[in-house]
């Protein structure tokens, strides 16, 4: 068989797949699915499934790798770490797969995916600090000890896609991305102004 061929074909398995998984959530729950039962509803092989993926939590994090890639994309095209188009590329890809995020993220989901994508996105908001320490005037700046900042961001960022999904998509991801950027951005101009003990005295 053809390499192009041979391609097409292993995406037309992935697709299949992944929209076998996001109809079983919806019905019932991630935790609760078996990789026999997501191989039955997309009626191909177990064989061709471990061709794959390992298990069906390797197939959830293989979808969300592609959102980070995006992102670390954008960061390069773009040549700077500030830009709101970094994350509308994100939003895009949430966007393109509102089902399976809408129903991971829900009650039927799976608290290790939460966890996941938290955990993803706090390495992610280190890695835009520490990018833009290079950046004399960046707003981007937090102490790189500082597990609070990130921790934060990421898990506003987590509530912003649940709300934004749970509600329809009232914006598109651009704008969703905007509003986020400048949340972010405030926070982190904040707490950049911060210093050991500064802000609990103060409130003393």
């Given at each position: 068989m053809s390499q192009p061929a041979n391609n097409l074909r292993v995406r037309?398995?992935?697709?299949?797949?992944?929209?076998?998984?996001?109809?079983?959530i919806e019905e019932r729950s991630f935790d609760a699915l078996t990789v026999g039962e997501i191989t039955g509803r997309a009626m191909v092989s177990r064989a061709a499934f471990y061709r794959n993926y390992q298990d069906k939590y390797d197939l959830v994090e293989?979808?969300?790798?592609?959102?980070?890639?995006?992102?670390?994309?954008?960061?390069?095209?773009?040549?700077?770490?500030?830009?709101?188009?970094?994350?509308?590329?994100?939003?895009?890809h949430i966007a393109e797969y509102e089902r399976l995020y809408r129903a991971l993220l829900g009650r039927k989901g799976s608290p290790w995916f939460v966890l996941k994508m938290r955990a993803s996105?706090?390495?992610?908001?280190?890695?835009?600090?520490?990018?833009?320490q290079g950046y004399p005037a960046a707003p981007l700046i937090y102490p790189a000890a500082d597990e609070f900042v990130p921790n934060l961001i990421a898990t506003m960022l987590v509530e912003a896609i649940v709300w934004w999904l749970e509600q329809g998509q009232p914006y598109p991801p651009a704008e969703i991305a905007r509003r986020c950027v400048l949340l972010g951005g405030a926070i982190f101009n904040e707490t950049s102004t911060w210093q050991d003990g500064t802000v609990g005295k103060a409130a003393g």
């Open positions: 037309r398995t992935q697709k299949l797949l992944r929209e076998a998984l996001i109809e079983l293989q979808i969300f790798a592609e959102a980070m890639q995006a992102l670390f994309t954008a960061v390069s095209d773009t040549g700077t770490v500030h830009s709101p188009e970094i994350w509308v590329k994100f939003f895009e996105l706090v390495d992610l908001v280190k890695e835009f600090g520490r990018l833009a």
